[in-house]
């Protein structure tokens, strides 16, 4: 009895690390397909011209690292003015965003007055479009004002999103009524509430909106490529492309590999620093949508 | 400060929009609220108590009647002008503040001349914080409070801008029981140390009883009696005033007087009565019954709880509405026979009252 | 009565920059893509048009770029949706089994979200690509493996589609890892207890709790991965350029971008319809879903 029970208990613990040894594999083999690509760039963006071309079968170590191609990224081709387009306008935008939204998500939340309930309805019903289907008149809307090729061109159609209105809102509605009105009882008026109450209240939300905005600035790619043909306006996806196609003499791969990790490492050493933050804020924003 | 309510009047109107008729949450109120006293707006939830308070603080504006502080009329002012203090039923703390900056919020709204400098603030934060005894959690936000630290954070708040009135809505509800006690004495010290007149609202009768100097039932948006606890305990001026006051709660008989006698079933438990023949409530309190062999009401028993410095006599009367056992209190020294099944008591005329059978108001009071 | 006047005006005047925005840069444009998709040979320069009619939808169903890119469009959507949830629900399962190192593996995991997917696109080209010089990364582990080297960025259609629905699967994994990861540990530990006291398998643990618990958020992923792959288009550039007709690879959406602006661009008219065709089947197919997922959807597992 006292022997088979061991026995039992040894297998089942045996079955267990065998459960355990497949998981931590099968999780190592994701691990390395997902990390394979950033691998691959640091360590291709560090040989020389030469040395890539001259391996048939890629080595998987550089034997002689050289910092040139990062050079080469920064003199042979614009990348710093994709770098700074890209920061200001992602700055630009989601402060812009901020006021937008804060305002409105301020007013449905909080504020009483004729018509919100019809609005907002009219609210909800956009979340349903596509950005696809309104891409196409803001193009000829941004070229009849002229501002092909301005920042306020590539800024303008990206400030408001009802689904970040939405997100905030409901937000807002979850800070007790009692605490408006104390503020109410002390003589706060209500722009203060909003700015000196609400907004800190709200911090988590606000901040998982600016990740999630940040992120979508520093990837958009079509509309940018849409209404900028002057590569004084590139962003770092059009200049990437640009790169792709006529920088460096098209098969400088070493140097496009640069030119990738500088545009790839400012969202990764973001995500590295506030990674709890960022993921728990795209698994909040993305689930509400 | 002495505060008056006129024919005050609150009507919303209906949350259901196809019924146009309009929800009277307070009714026709006058009021006087004597200067210097604590005063307990009691009354079960939804009666309207809080909108009461809303009105008299000015976050609601009345639909009728008007608000005197002292000669003052304020009902057209908003809240901030008119010198009130009000703590909420969730303390309303602000959650991203700390105590002295949650302290502190009031003061940094004043204007004009009434603006204050750092350092007065700061001695302003911490006199109130010194009267409510949370000098040393100054730093600490709410969420690392225990409820009644916060409720005292609540406190210092309303009081540090010297209002003229101090409001609170259900300040205790959220405390667990024994800090409700601890509570609502500190509650009853800070206001005789500062003198500020102070209404404050609970659905918990004894509560209100404990520490108020006056308090003020109200049912359905009507006042129904205001008094000092132990007069209005004592004499209830209609049926509903009288259950809502007492735990355990007043035990209430469908009787009728006869000749002068007061009859529960073929009971007669009291002679004298002045009124007219007539089917009346009858309501004892609990402490009204005397134990005896040969006494006047016959119950069955069917319960005896010991609780130490009293017994609890669970019993069953036919003529008993409303709750399902009749319970008399009686000291615990008391001897009692309970193999017969039967109790047998008599009533303390003191502790008898009489209610007309449909408007429920009070007919005899026997004193 | 003054004073709700009042808080009316305060209303709007907060609403105000909203409105303003989304009037101009979602509303009005609605309206002006359904007119666009109805006037027939409008021109850009002149912003004239000859008719109303159908003529746009007409020519862009005709159109044989259209074609391929409603094929490639579907073959993407068909290949990926199911792929990527099967895939992320196998890894987000392994990492609510494991305790050590688990924060690593989801970093790790979550990390192509927060990458300019152009920018690893053309990593991936170069992975993928055959060159004068070198047959790639991935041919070289084909032909170790034993196999027929391939070019996948130039060479057949079948090839260049693999890679796009690799590269696309990989894109879109994290997000799927992550809201599986957050649903998974969202189930209440005593089911899995329970289930353990009865002497239920892992296997049927997983298929009869687990799963069914966890059914609202997986319809939710499929419904999104699929309005998602729909719109498929910048990873295709980042693969194979922008000029996707060229190389057979175009979408929907690259379509109505290339109608619209670029080498064959000008045309907003069939840009609109197209559009449009997009909005209607995407619409269609998410009604679809949401239709089946109420008839399985049975248990409430997620939040």
């Known amino acids: 009895m006292m022997a088979e029970e061991k026995k039992n208990k040894g297998a089942g613990r045996g079955k267990e690390r065998a459960g355990a040894i497949a998981r931590y594999t099968l999780l190592s083999i994701w691990a390395l397909i997902v990390l394979f690509p950033f691998y691959w760039m640091v360590l291709t963006s560090f040989k020389s011209y030469a040395s890539y071309n001259s391996e048939y079968v890629p080595r998987f170590v550089a034997t002689d690292p050289t910092v040139q191609n990062y050079k080469s990224a920064f003199t042979e081709v614009p990348l710093a003015r994709y770098f700074t387009n890209t920061f200001l306008f992602t700055i630009i935008t989601t402060a812009l965003m901020h006021v937008v939204i804060i305002l409105a998500a301020y007013a449905f939340s909080r504020l009483k007055f004729r018509g919100k309930n019809a609005v907002f309805a009219l609210f909800l019903s956009l979340m349903m479009i596509p950005n696809e289907l309104v891409v196409i008149t803001n193009y000829v809307t941004i070229t009849n004002w002229n501002m092909r090729n301005t920042f306020l061109g590539l800024i303008l159609p990206s400030v408001t999103s009802v689904f970040y209105i939405y997100l905030l809102k409901e937000n807002f509605e979850q800070i007790p009524e009692e605490l408006y009105k104390a503020a109410k009882v002390d003589g706060t008026s209500d722009l203060k509430y909003l700015l000196k109450v609400m907004i800190p209240i709200s911090q988590p939300t606000i901040i998982t909106i600016t990740i999630l905005k940040v992120i979508e600035c520093w990837n958009s790619y079509v509309w940018p490529r849409l209404i900028t043909d002057d590569k004084n306006h590139y962003l770092v996806s059009n200049g990437i492309q640009e790169i792709r196609e006529s920088g460096f003499g098209r098969d400088n791969v070493p140097a496009m590999m640069a030119a990738v990790v500088v545009i790839s490492l400012p969202l990764i050493i973001l995500f590295l620093i506030f990674r709890k933050k960022i993921m728990a804020g795209v698994s909040r924003g993305g689930l509400k949508g | ?367 | 009565m003054k004073k709700s006047l009042k808080e009316t005006g305060k209303g709007w005047l907060y609403l105000l920059p909203a409105l303003l925005f989304l009037g101009i840069f979602m509303v009005y444009p609605l309206i002006d893509v359904l007119v666009y998709s109805f006037e027939e040979s409008y021109n850009f320069a002149s912003q004239s048009y000859t008719g109303v009619g159908l003529y746009n939808y007409k020519y862009v169903l005709r159109d044989p770029y259209f074609i391929q890119a409603l094929k490639n469009t579907f073959i993407i959507v068909i290949i990926t949706v199911p792929v990527s949830t099967t895939l992320s629900l196998l890894v987000a399962y392994l990492l609510s089994r494991i305790t050590k190192l688990k924060e690593l593996f989801q970093t790790v995991s979550f990390l192509p979200y927060v990458t300019n997917t152009l920018a690893v696109g053309l990593v991936f080209m170069i992975l993928f690509k055959k060159t004068p010089y070198s047959d790639g990364m991935i041919n070289i582990l084909i032909r170790f493996f034993g196999g027929e080297s391939v070019d996948f960025i130039d060479g057949p259609y079948w090839a260049k589609m693999m890679v796009m629905c690799i590269y696309t699967v990989w894109v879109v994994m994290p997000f799927k890892i992550l809201i599986l990861t957050s649903a998974l540990a969202s189930v209440n530990e005593t089911y899995y207890k329970a289930a353990r006291v009865d002497g239920t398998s892992s296997f049927r643990i997983f298929t009869r709790i687990t799963l069914p618990m966890i059914s609202p958020m997986i319809f939710y992923l499929v419904i999104t991965g699929f309005i998602g792959a729909f719109k498929a288009y910048s990873d295709e550039v980042a693969l194979f350029g922008t000029d996707l007709n060229k190389a057979g690879m175009n979408t929907i959406v690259g379509y109505v971008y290339d109608m619209l602006y670029g080498d064959s661009g000008g045309y907003p008219s069939y840009a609109a319809a197209a559009a449009l065709i997009l909005f209607m089947i995407v619409f269609t197919i998410t009604i679809f879903n949401l239709l089946i997922s109420n008839k399985k959807v049975s248990i409430g597992g997620g939040k």
């Not at chain 2, 954070?153 to 205790?172: G, T």
Request: glycine content about 8%.
């Open chain 2, 1 to 367: 400060m002495k505060v008056v309510l006129e024919h005050l009047t609150k009507r919303f109107p209906n949350r259901n929009k196809k019924i146009h008729t309009e929800v009277v949450a307070v009714s026709d109120f006058n009021v006087e609220i004597p200067d210097g006293q604590l005063v307990g707006l009691l009354g079960p939830s939804g009666c309207g108590k809080s909108t009461a308070l809303n009105l008299i603080c000015g976050l609601e504006t009345p639909t009728e009647g008007k608000i005197y502080f002292d000669a003052d009329d304020v009902t057209e002012l908003p809240p901030e002008k008119r010198g009130v203090g009000m703590v909420f039923q969730n303390y309303a703390l602000y959650p991203h503040l700390t105590v002295r900056k949650n302290i502190m919020f009031p003061l940094q709204n004043f204007k004009g001349e009434d603006k204050l400098t750092k350092e007065q603030m700061n001695e302003r934060v911490m006199e109130a914080a010194r009267l409510v005894q949370i000098e040393e959690l100054m730093d600490r936000k709410p969420s690392e409070m225990s409820g009644g630290q916060q409720q005292r954070v609540a406190i210092a708040r309303a009081l540090v801008k010297m209002p003229r009135l101090l409001l609170l809505d259900e300040p205790l509800s959220n405390l667990d029981a024994r800090l409700r006690l601890q509570t609502r004495e500190e509650i009853r010290r800070i206001q005789k140390e500062t003198h500020i007149t102070t209404v404050f609202v609970t659905h918990d009768q004894e509560e209100a009883m404990s520490i108020s100097d006056f308090i003020i039932v109200m049912k359905d948006g009507v006042l129904n009696q205001m008094g000092k606890p132990q007069d209005v305990y004592d004499h209830p001026v209609n049926l509903f005033v009288a259950k809502f006051l007492g735990t355990p709660p007043i035990n209430v008989f469908a009787g009728m007087v006869l000749d002068g006698g007061v009859y529960i079933g073929s009971d007669c438990i009291y002679r004298g009565s002045k009124l007219k023949d007539q089917e009346v409530w009858i309501g004892i309190r609990p402490e009204g019954f005397i134990l005896k062999k040969d006494g006047a009401l016959t119950c069955d028993l069917k319960a005896v709880e010991v609780m130490g410095r009293d017994t609890s006599i669970v019993c069953e009367n036919e003529a008993l509405t409303g709750q399902p056992t009749v319970r008399a209190i009686i000291p615990a020294e008391t001897p009692l026979e309970t193999k017969s099944g039967k109790v047998r008591f008599d009533i303390k005329p003191s502790k008898l009252y009489l209610f007309d059978k449909q408007t429920e108001e009070v007919l005899e009071d026997i004193r």
